[in-house]
């Protein structure tokens, strides 16, 4: 597998613009950084994640991934998390694929592929990605330069790679995104709530009640579905959204204030906590690479 990755690594080379998300087609994107000074703040939609070189580390709640050339990520909730490169520099920049993983297609290649047992697992997996999975990566690096071959060949490529995924180690966490699970569902519909009542301080039984549970079946729920309790979600969320407030130009104190905080000196307390710098100092930072966060995480 290291020579395959060392040859998609070197062809994503000659496609990426570094510390830039560059889309091969509808629902795949390359993301190529140079540097390991930023922390970042990404906010994962379902969607999978294929390491071809270099080294990142990604924290969900309480949980630290290390990315690493040859790991495959797959999500199947929305989740906010943060990441440090760890590995990467101008002539071996580190390179990811992300794939957007859509319901309805997902739906149709599990309806048209043999049937498999999946246990019920996270909503989230992490490990070796598959060998097929690499091969259509080469595939579609192939086709670029041919915008006619990418319009019609590149969407089948990337539905095989979701069928290559539904095949392998990660198929419990895919089959989350279609389930019929019905405490998830309530999970999934109090997600959407907190995310539309952002800049409001709610309490967890507002939030239990959204989802149709008691206080402490939710709170099991939610932190099983997502790795984290509804409140670190929810300040996760409050401070990503903060911190694009500000790169976009907004006062520090104004975009606290637009994201439910009261009181400036706490907001800059959990800034700090998060991303390791005062908000003007990271910001400054982020500007100064150019302030883009991984493909495949998108910003909430």
């Known amino acids: 597998m290291t020579d395959d990755l060392s040859d998609l690594a070197a062809r994503a080379v000659a496609l ?19 540097s390991t000074d930023s922390s970042l703040a990404m906010f994962y939609e379902p969607m999978a994640c294929i390491v071809l070189q270099g080294e990142m580390e990604v924290t969900i709640g309480a949980a630290v991934l290390d990315y690493a050339p040859g790991t495959c990520f797959v999500g199947s909730i929305d989740l ?28 149709d290649l599990m309806a048209e592929s043999p049937r498999v047992s999946v246990e019920r697992g996270k909503c989230y997996a992490f490990g070796p990605v598959p060998s097929g999975v690499l091969d ?61 009542h952002i800049d409001e301080s709610v309490p967890i039984h507002a939030m239990a009640t959204c989802a149709g549970m008691s206080d402490a079946s939710f709170h099991r729920h939610f932190r099983a579905a997502t790795g984290m309790s509804p409140l670190q979600y929810q300040k996760s969320l409050r401070l990503q959204a903060a911190r694009r407030a500000i790169l976009a130009g907004a006062e520090v104190a104004h975009a606290a204030f637009d994201v439910g905080y009261q009181s400036a000196s706490q907001f800059s307390r959990e800034y700090s906590r998060m991303f390791g710098l005062a908000p003007s100092r990271d910001v400054k930072r982020l500007l100064d690479a150019g302030g883009t966060e991984p493909a495949g995480m998108a910003p909430t």
């Open 80 to 107: 906010p998390v943060t990441g440090r490169i760890t590995r990467a520099s101008v002539t071996h920049p580190y390179l990811a694929l992300s794939v957007t993983l859509g319901r309805d297609a997902l739906a």
């Open 16 to 34: 990426a613009t570094p510390g830039a998300n560059v889309p091969l087609l509808d629902g795949v994107a390359l993301f190529s950084a140079t």
């Open 136 to 196: 259509a990566c080469g595939r579609l690096l192939s086709l670029q330069g041919s915008p006619d071959d990418v319009a019609v060949i590149g969407p089948m490529i990337r539905r095989e790679m979701m069928y290559r995924l539904l095949r392998g180690p990660q198929a419990a966490a895919l089959h989350q995104i279609i389930a019929s699970d019905p405490k998830l569902a309530q999970v999934r519909r109090a997600l959407t709530w907190i995310r539309e």
